[in-house]
């Protein structure tokens, strides 16, 4: 797609999450766009900056396809990393400016990967927008529900993922998200 379709072409407009019980602990991730389509994953044990990063980088990756690509964080720590701290640390060896050894480094290299391959495709960067978390912006509080659902499966010993683009059906983001185990039958 050349540049000047990209510009044209309606943002798409996905949020992110990351979730973790016991920081660290089982952890997950989710994002979940405008038009309910989700994804969410889990991990035994992780931190809440990696379920934010991986949550980032399965937006990005699920979303080659997609000309303008806007992705909502509540997570300053992800838009900073993406946005200006991954390329630094690479480039010196993996350091941060401090010289401490960066941290998760195999999901910086794969979010570079993602970034470079929109690059080659001739697509334009991916727009990142910080949103409040926990303050009613409901595309957030999908992402953060279906998060803590996966970190909850992780608590189980499930490492796995969930999509609407693997079965999953489709959520209905017109109206809030189920709070804590609201949806839970007592």
Do not use: F
């Amino acid at each position: 797609m050349n540049a000047q379709h990209a510009e044209d072409a309606k943002p798409y407009v996905v949020a992110t999450d990351g979730a973790c019980q016991r920081n660290p602990g089982p952890a997950g991730w989710a994002w979940v766009a405008e038009d309910g389509h989700w994804a969410a994953g889990s991990i035994e044990a992780g931190t809440n900056n990696i379920g934010e990063l991986l949550a980032l980088l399965h937006a990005i990756r699920d979303h080659a396809h997609v000309p303008r690509l806007t992705v909502q964080a509540d997570s300053m720590y992800a838009i900073n990393t993406y946005s200006s701290w991954m390329d630094g640390h690479a480039r010196r060896g993996w350091r941060t400016s401090t010289g401490a050894a960066t941290k998760n480094i195999d999901i910086l290299e794969m979010l570079i990967a993602a970034r470079d391959a929109r690059r080659a495709a001739g697509m334009p960067d991916v727009e990142l927008e910080h949103v409040r978390g926990h303050s009613g912006h409901r595309l957030n509080g999908w992402a953060d529900e279906r998060a803590v659902r996966a970190a909850q499966h992780g608590a189980e010993g499930r490492e796995l993922i969930w999509s609407t683009h693997r079965t999953a059906e489709r959520i209905d983001v017109r109206v809030d998200a189920p709070t804590a185990g609201a949806d839970r039958s007592r």
